[in-house]
């Protein structure tokens, strides 16, 4: 059974572009969480997913971030109009239901912004 | 809010040595606590667990008390391998909220 898959694994882009990442999630799981983490911090919680719903979005920056997880198809996490202080490793982590004790991790995308 | 304070790294040890990885807490209720580890290149992994006072969780041959009068869960291993390299991450999840709460990581190397 693959593990929770991210892509690309390294993604540049200079200021002002746009940034997708996605994830897809392992079989038969139905709720995805993108966690961020900045340089010298740790993991901070940025939006939980189910299929075609958000159901918390609290850690969302305001503008310019947006996510979504379609009926068919991986995760996206898209970032519009990038800043330097975007940069950061960006973690999708699965789980067969909205509970903690099983959130499976991918390894992860790094973003940087130049 | 919730928060979680990890021992800052980087953290050198000899292989056999005994390991101590120090973790307190901040949360209203009764939080579930939990050690994930990441290897090099790879995603994290769940440690362990507990979900209430006095629970210790294991695996791998590290454990972790919940203790509640301390708001600790710090992470001990009796005798470390140089495959216990890694960070390692201490979090909470609060009652009734899926997303978890991270410290800051602990990078761990240990030398043959």
């Known amino acids: 059974n693959a593990g929770v898959m991210q892509n690309p694994r390294h993604l540049v882009r200079r200021r002002g572009q746009e940034a997708r990442l996605r994830c897809s999630p392992m079989?038969?799981?139905?709720?995805v969480y993108w966690y961020r983490q900045l340089p010298e911090e740790g993991l901070k919680f940025m939006v939980y997913l189910q299929k075609e719903n958000i159901i918390d979005e609290s850690g969302m920056p305001k503008e310019r971030f947006s996510a979504e997880f379609p009926k068919e198809g991986p995760s996206i996490l898209r970032i519009q109009q990038v800043v330097r202080g975007d940069s950061a490793a960006y973690f999708c982590?699965?789980?067969?239901?909205?509970?903690?004790?099983?959130?499976?991790f991918g390894p992860g995308t790094r973003l940087t912004v130049t | 809010g919730d928060s979680v304070t990890q021992m800052e790294g980087p953290v050198t040890l000899s292989e056999e040595a005994f390991l101590t990885i120090n973790c307190t807490y901040t949360?209203?209720?009764?939080?579930?606590l939990f050690w994930y580890v990441q290897y090099p290149g790879e995603g994290l992994q769940l440690l362990l667990k507990?979900?209430?006072?006095?629970d210790k969780g294991s695996n791998k041959g590290f454990e972790a008390t919940y203790r509640k009068e301390t708001t600790s869960f710090h992470l001990e291993k009796g005798s470390v391998q140089v495959s216990d390299s890694a960070v390692y991450f201490c979090a909470l999840s609060n009652f009734g909220n899926e997303k978890l709460t991270f410290g800051t990581g602990t990078r761990l190397t240990i030398i043959p």
């Open positions: 949360a209203t209720g009764y939080p579930s």
């Open positions: 079989k038969g799981h139905s709720h």
């Open positions: 982590a699965s789980s067969p239901r909205g509970d903690s004790y099983e959130q499976y």
């Open positions: 507990a979900t209430k006072a006095d």
